[in-house]
């Protein structure tokens, strides 16, 4: 029931139960029924609370993600990232830092899923975490059976303490511990981009991260974001470049430099996971994460990452098309003072009534006639809408 026409194959019908997403782009249409059908939202820990993470923490983040109106925008996921583990019991079984988890993973999750979200944990296929907690190396089936008991329904998979190990090797082993634990489970795989995850990724998880670690700063986010180009091609529905998680209101950039972030990452098909204390968050940084017509572009059931089609200095065009025929066209400026831009009709292949519609502004601007010109502010974007 989880499944589309899943191939008749009963090997694989034996080992990818769950992996919909594992299946090549070409057979992999959009479907409810498809594990990360449309790029994963929801929230996790790392880049705002390091191992600072606690049930009580994650119980605050779900309560605030259904009061502050992004769950009903899409965000589903509260995902726990490193240090939430501390040891193994003799069998093997992983264990939970019992004195920031007191009530256990399982309750966490019980009280997540009451909320209408889904609860994400981390681990890592080497040795060890990269903050030196039990690794899943050689626990695989184990630790995907635990997650699975609990209720866990993403599981980010790390690539520290790995030395000698084949990526592609240790996440299909992930993965096919997954399909046997008996619940379906969101994929990550996390290993910065080491061995062209791209190239075997789709058919082993739902996301694979394409680069090291995003900071809170425009120049590290920027050089992540616009080093996409080229990958649209291995990304569909079910699976998914990452070019990490959100960094919009941890206070490191302008707030032209988060409607960037926020409008690349959409023209990315990029999952959204917003980094970010929710609970303290200002109305500028909740508009910006809750604004439905940029994750509207994001989540286009048609599942197209977006590409470059223009640059010139500092200045960059690009566009995502959208399952209704429109299109999706970012216009960026990468440069250090305000500039104007020029979309030209024939760019972007639309006829001269085509409608444009302002995104992060929630603005009708009319029809484009022959080209539309706008001014866009440094280090900023302008987010538009184009119709067939
Ligand atoms: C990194 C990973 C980060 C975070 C961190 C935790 O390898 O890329 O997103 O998970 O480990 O230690």
Redesign the pocket.
């Given at each position: 029931m989880r499944h589309r026409r899943v191939a008749s194959s009963l090997l694989i019908a034996l080992i990818l139960p769950f992996m919909c997403g594992t299946l090549s782009s070409q057979a992999a249409p959009a479907s409810s029924s498809l594990l990360a059908a449309t790029p994963v939202m929801g929230w996790?820990s790392?880049?705002k609370f390091?191992?600072n993470v606690s049930e009580k923490l994650i119980r605050e983040i779900a309560d605030v993600m259904v009061s502050s109106g992004m769950q009903s925008v899409g965000y589903q996921y509260v995902n726990i990232?490193?240090?939430w583990q501390v040891s193994r019991q003799a069998d093997g079984t992983i264990v939970a830092d019992a004195d920031r988890f007191p009530g256990g993973i399982k309750t966490l999750a019980d009280y997540v899923h009451g909320k209408g979200l889904k609860l994400g944990i981390?681990t890592d296929a080497g040795r060890m975490?990269?903050?030196k907690r039990p690794g899943s190396y050689e626990h695989e089936l184990q630790d995907a059976k635990t997650y699975a008991s609990w209720g866990v329904d993403y599981v980010?998979v790390?690539?520290?303490f790995a030395e000698g190990l084949d990526p592609e090797v240790q996440y299909a082993k992930f993965r096919d511990a997954l399909a046997q634990a008996g619940r379906p489970i969101v994929f990550s795989i996390?290993n910065?981009g080491v061995k062209a995850p791209w190239q075997w990724g789709p058919k082993t998880g739902n996301l694979w991260?394409t680069t090291?670690?995003i900071t809170d700063n425009y120049d590290r986010m920027s050089v992540i974001g616009f080093s996409q180009n080229g990958l649209e091609k291995f990304a569909g529905p079910g699976h998914w470049n990452d070019p990490?998680?959100l960094e919009v209101g941890n206070g490191g950039m302008s707030r032209d430099e988060y409607r960037t972030h926020m409008a690349l990452w959409a023209i990315l098909a990029a999952p959204l996971l917003a980094g970010n204390d929710l609970r303290t968050m200002t109305a500028e940084t909740k508009e910006l994460l809750t604004n439905s017509e940029v994750i509207a572009v994001d989540q286009d059931a048609k599942g197209v990452q977006g590409h470059r089609v223009w640059e010139e200095g500092p200045l960059e065009i690009w566009i995502k098309p959208l399952a209704d025929g429109s299109q999706a066209v970012g216009l960026f400026n990468r440069g250090e003072s305000p500039l104007t831009m020029r979309l030209d009709a024939k760019l972007i292949a639309v006829s001269p009534a085509s409608k444009l519609r302002d995104l992060l502004d929630h603005k009708d601007l009319g029809p484009i006639h022959e080209s539309y010109s706008t001014e866009v502010p440094t280090r900023g974007v302008v987010l538009l809408r184009v119709s067939k």
């Open positions: 996790n790392w880049n390091g191992c990232d490193d240090c981390y975490t990269c903050q980010k790390d690539w520290c996390c910065w991260r090291g670690d990490d998680m």
